[in-house]
């Protein structure tokens, strides 16, 4: 996974801006506690000038008064959230919200790249900001059930049921997903709220949807002036955490993207990472279209998940004109 110099400073100023914002954040939030608590100021201040003191007490080596301490700060911390959640605030109201907790914004963990860091090389390298705006918007709390029924609903259900298990037994079950049915029925929803949920997790995760997947492959595979090692994407789209391969059937298929599918998803398999395929195919569709080959490894590693009924995202537009 290699960067430009370019695209490692555009990551790395991402990074100064989140702290950047966090600090101002909290600097805001520190004087409105002030000026609304100014028993809470008081107790800061106080804070600051029993730590300072704790601190000259371990340079001259006066152990006895430590514990003493240390029982006061403890005791000035609790007066501290007991006035907080008194006046409504939570007891974490003054503490740095960090988009990422584990690294805290820095992208770095003990000298090496945090998850999110690695997301983020992912994300430049493959454009996929896009995904990202959608991932942060659907989650499985957004899931309705209002819109189908009768059978419809109990593959909704089974699907969803399916898809919390995939992230509840990622980190200890290898496994895989195809969501196949008709169109607007959830199949890329479910398959980003997933993607969502493993990000959050601390996994990388790469999108593609079918066509951009096979134009990345053949614009590497094909290059006039020679393959460039640098920007081999075949490693990190076979090791990645979970690759999610949006509507497969909507792309030009040749010889060559039949080949370079079966590839792609037997290596995933022998390297025990985690894919999710979508599409709009009948299962007799995607077994003509791409081999006997290709759809007995789906059939044989994949768990598969039939949607159907009405296409959810017309029904809302239609309601919402006749309003």
Known sequence: MALTNTQYDTIIQGYNRRRLDARKQ?????????EKLPEYKHLDELTASISVSQGKKRLTGEIDTLDELKDILEDLNRQKKLLLTAAGYSVNYLDP?????????????????????KQAMLDMLYEQSNIREVLLNESFEDISFAYQQGDDL????????????????????????????TVGTGKSFLSNCIASAL???????????????FAKISEYAFRKNGRDSDSNPYEDIYNCDLLVLDDLGTELTNSFVVSQLFTCLNERHL???????????PMEDLRDRYSDRIFSRIISNYDICK?????????????????
């Open 26 to 34: 909290l600097e805001e939030r520190t004087r409105e506690i002030y």
């Open 97 to 117: 919200v960090y988009t990422c907790s584990y690294c805290k914004d820095t992208g770095f963990i003990e000298g090496e790249k945090c998850h999110c860091f």
């Open 154 to 181: 109990l593959r909704l259900q089974n699907a969803v049921n399916n898809s919390k298990k995939f992230v509840e037994n990622f980190d200890l079950d290898y496994q895989n997903l195809l969501f196949y049915g």
């Open 199 to 213: 990000i959050e997790k601390g996994h990388s995760v790469i999108y593609f949807s079918a066509g951009d997947l």
């Open 271 to 281: 390297r025990r990472k985690s894919t999710i395929i979508s599409t709009n195919l």
């Open 307 to 323: 949607l159907s009924g009405q296409d959810v995202r017309i029904y809302k537009k239609r309601m919402t004109n006749r309003k």
